[in-house]
């Protein structure tokens, strides 16, 4: 029977960075590329969901970790470290778990959700909470990697965006061409370079392999609005938002995340908090999905831009739910109007199991 084996040797001919390293694997990608009927009749168009959640750690950050990690194991690196605000530092302890390689994540103080935490942990990884935000942790970060032994395994590694381009293979191996429109949430902006790039990979000539792509669909991307230094135009020095995953204000890959939105002639746009909780509850209630609430900003901006008309009739879109529910489950909890949920207590009794779930005799 054939197992899924992992980005790198699923789309090996297409990553010759990886040419001559060991492959470290957990076996992620391979995720499913789910019909939401639900969002598309709300939207009008013909949407599916790239559950990343599925992956090994529960994000898309192992798409790139085992890439990054992999091509710091052939340069024999014993030790790597990143900055998160919770995924990577969960993707790279497990990934350098696997390598045999110490791990450390600089996160930042107590802005990161508990499920990320206590994998980073239970990993190993040496953790250091940073008395500021992720944009500050990915300073400290730079400048360690700079001056001592270890691999900086952040983002802004080539090797990490290498990894990542696959998710768009797999969109495109999955639908027979790319969707016309792909919906991101955006952070780093690590995420929405690398589809770019793998989506263009597959519609060009590369490597001397033909294209399997005949078009490239535009990208949308969605910044939480506290944390929005790409629309606003400038870096926001205290960004603020629920979706802590993506609570960064100056983004690594600025510039190549605005590449990709214009050579694309997609968008860059703001989701509130209100939005983004919205859009996780409507994935959790009405598709059976479930995601941490940085991931529903991909759908949040999908509802808001077809309310504003921008969503042809009938096109085809992805959106990228980047990171599983369990990761930050505390949201499912809260309801609409801001109250938590009380679950209902009954005795052992299946007349009053019966009354508390309103069935008739
Ligand atoms: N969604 C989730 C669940 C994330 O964890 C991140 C980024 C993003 C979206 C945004 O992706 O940064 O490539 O634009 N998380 C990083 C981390 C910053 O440290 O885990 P991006």
Not at 42 to 68: C, H, I
Not at 231 to 247: L, M, S
Not at 309 to 322: F, M, N
């Amino acid at each position: 029977a054939h197992q899924w084996k992992g980005v790198i040797e699923e789309y090996r001919e297409r990553l010759p960075m990886l040419a001559g390293a060991p492959t470290v694997t957990l076996h992620e990608g391979g995720t499913p590329l789910i019909e939401a009927e639900h969002l598309s009749e709300l939207v009008g168009a013909q949407v599916y969901l790239k559950y990343e959640g599925l992956n090994p750690t529960g994000s898309f950050k192992d798409r790139g970790m085992t890439t990054a990690i992999s091509v710091a194991a052939r340069a024999g690196a014993k030790a790597v470290i990143c900055a998160s605000t919770g995924n990577t530092s969960a993707s790279a302890a497990a990934y350098a778990t696997k390598a045999g390689m110490t791990c450390a994540v600089l996160v930042p103080d107590g802005k990161i959700a508990m499920g990320k935490l206590s994998q980073a942990i239970a990993h190993g990884a040496t953790l250091l909470q940073v008395e500021g935000n992720f944009d500050d942790c990915l300073t400290v970060a730079r400048k360690l990697a700079e001056s001592y032994p270890v691999e900086l395994v952040n983002s802004v590694n080539p090797a990490r965006i290498e990894g990542q381009k696959t998710a768009a293979f797999e969109v495109v191996d999955a639908l027979g061409d790319a969707p016309e429109i792909h919906c991101l949430p955006v952070g780093n902006a690590g995420n929405i370079t690398a589809y770019w790039r793998g989506y263009r990979q597959y519609a060009e000539i590369t490597d001397g392999l033909a294209p399997v792509a005949t078009r490239r669909p535009r990208m949308w991307g969605f910044q939480a609005e506290g944390a929005a230094p790409i629309v606003k135009g400038h870096p926001i020095d205290h960004p603020e938002t629920v979706a802590t995953a993506i609570r960064i204000g100056n983004p690594a890959s600025w510039q190549q995340a605005e590449a990709a939105r214009d050579e694309s002639e997609g968008l860059i746009d703001a989701v509130t908090d209100d939005q983004i909780l919205a859009a996780h509850r409507l994935l959790s209630s009405r598709e059976g999905v479930f995601v941490e609430p940085g991931s529903a900003a991909s759908v949040a901006g999908l509802l808001t831009s077809a309310e504003a008309g921008l969503v042809p009739r009938g096109a085809r879109i992805v959106c990228t739910v980047t990171g599983h529910g369990l990761k930050d489950p505390q949201w499912a909890l809260r309801m609409a109007d801001g109250s938590e949920v009380e679950p209902v207590k009954v005795s052992v009794d299946a007349v009053s199991v019966a009354s508390a779930l309103g069935l008739e005799g």
